[in-house]
């Protein structure tokens, strides 16, 4: 998935050969440097688009996360090019720059991420700014049902109901385990939906589009439910993490 998730379900197994050799770049990346490790992205993210099985999510990653991405390449942005556009059913659509977030009131989040397909990464923290004020000063119309959320890797997708994105634990993530987002965590901007499984944790954050009605994002169109709660959705029974 595009947030560190391995072991996807649904679509055509991925073949032996594939299946092998992507076991031998994660061991690789065990021992590699991060310039080598980086390397492998663009090979892993075409790997990735084949593969549901998550095959390719298993390249190790520091803090216990693993960098995966359903598209072939995603460009990195800095403070100099990255735009976050919020829009559809507002009355004042407005686009943020890197340092225009930065500016606004920060939340701080400390839970455990849980991964739908089993793993946990315990008392993790994020920081960022509540997805309720910026609908809130977008002027929400009331139409308005759910969100759409776009990516900057051009593939990737999520959606939550209004009534779940007001929630306070929704953030638009600007750092992670206390440090900026990086770029294989899905910087330098992501949401992050803390009682949700992290496929709905979209990377690479671009847009926000409010509209009247909920749209199913990447995943859920190859079967994962559209309302991933921890422990009560995709038939898990995880302990919760909000």
Known sequence: MNSEQSGE???TPVGRRVFLGTLGLGALGVVAAPTLQRGLEGFLG?????DPTGLTGLLPN????????????????????????IGGLVDRPHTYTLADLRALP????VKDVQCVTGWRVPGTPFEGVR??????????????KA????????????????EQARRPDILVALRMQDKDISHDHG???????????????????????????VEPGY??????????????????????TS
């Not at 995966?68 to 990195?76: D, I, L, M, Q």
């Open 46 to 50: 075409a790997v990735a688009g084949k």
């Open 106 to 109: 920060q939340t701080r989040l």
């Open 62 to 85: 520091g803090g216990g996360f693993r960098y995966y991405s359903v598209a072939a390449s995603v460009p990195r942005l800095d403070a100099t090019d990255y735009h976050l556009k």
């Open 9 to 11: 379900q649904g679509g």
């Open 131 to 144: 997805l309720a004020d910026l609908l809130d000063a977008a002027g929400v119309r009331p139409t308005a």
């Open 219 to 240: 995943w859920e169109h190859l079967g994962y439910d559209v309302d991933a709660w921890v422990g009560r959705s995709n038939g898990r029974t995880d302990e919760p």
């Open 147 to 162: 969100i759409r959320f776009t990516c900057f890797d051009g593939t990737y997708t999520e959606s939550l109901t209004l």
């Open 187 to 213: 910087g330098p901007v992501r949401l992050y939906v803390a009682p949700m499984y992290f496929y709905k944790s979209a990377k690479w954050l671009s847009g926000i589009t409010v509209t009247d009605r």
